[in-house]
Nanobody
Framework: QVQLVESGGGLVQPGGSLRLSCVAS????????MDWYRQGPGKERELFAH????????YYPDSVKGRFTISRDNAKNTVYLQMNSLKPEDTAVYYC?????????WGQGTQVTVSS
């Protein structure tokens, strides 16, 4: 069974940076496109970053483009999210999952709080 473990969240001031990690087990990550999602307070979970299997292509909505960077290390079965210039509206629980049609069981997520 696939297990996803997200980490790296925390409390950061506006303008700060964080690097999130997502380690997958029970699956060979190199065979799968991967996404990062987030769920803010009172909001639905939203997809906001996508990376292809060889990291040859990425996608971001305008809300995070230029600030967030998704990457992957297939040898470590890990996907990363570098977040810079964080804003209070980035406060959310962050999750990763496959970009395939059938999602894997969700991990526990990692809380990111942007506040002064």
């Amino acid at each position: 069974q696939v297990q996803l473990v997200e980490s790296g969240g925390g409390l950061v001031q506006p303008g700060g940076s964080l690097r999130l990690s997502c380690v997958a087990s029970g699956v060979t990550l190199s065979r799968h496109v991967m996404d990062w999602y987030r769920q803010g307070p009172g909001k639905e979970r939203e997809l906001f970053a996508h990376i292809t299997t060889t990291a040859g292509d990425t996608y971001y909505p305008d809300s995070v483009k230029g600030r967030f960077t998704i990457s992957r290390d297939n040898a470590k079965n890990t996907v990363y999210l570098q977040m810079n210039s964080l804003k209070p509206e980035d406060t959310a629980v962050y999750y990763c999952n496959t970009g395939s049609a059938i999602l894997w069981p969700w991990g526990q997520g990692t809380q990111v709080t942007v506040s002064s």
